[in-house]
């Protein structure tokens, strides 16, 4: 069984930044190698996904938020990280992390909601 467990969320004000972490346990196996995303999902919306970075550290960003989202992973924590910075009002929504390109639907968490708002 595979935990994975999303932090840091928040409320926070247009242009702030928040730093989201997703730390994985239980069986999971090869953790290095393998990829790794961010996910988000806005009321009323499909889930999309925000970031992915692949086992040997290629990232790819979801068009709204380049320049803006960075993520990264930690291989002896088995962790991986999103951090976010301009962070505007449509970027509300609850993150998750998953695997990447694709998905394994039995290792969706409860995820960390954000809020952007003033």
């Known amino acids: 069984q595979v935990q994975l467990v999303e932090s840091g969320g928040g409320l926070v004000q247009p242009g702030g930044s928040l730093r989201l972490a997703c730390a994985a346990s239980g069986s999971i196996f090869g953790f290095n190698a393998m990829g790794w995303g961010w996910y988000r999902q806005a009321p009323g919306k499909q889930r999309e996904l925000v970031a992915g970075?692949?086992?040997?550290?290629?990232?790819n960003y979801a068009d709204s938020v380049k320049g803006r989202f960075t993520i990264s992973r930690d291989n002896v924590k088995n962790t991986v990280y999103l951090e976010m910075n301009s962070l505007k009002p449509e970027d509300m929504a609850v993150y998750y992390c998953?695997?990447?390109?694709?998905?394994?639907?039995?290792?969706w968490g409860q995820g960390t909601q954000v809020t952007v708002s003033s």
């Open positions: 970075i692949t086992n040997v550290g290629g990232t």
């Open positions: 998953n695997t990447y390109p694709r998905v394994i639907n039995n290792y």
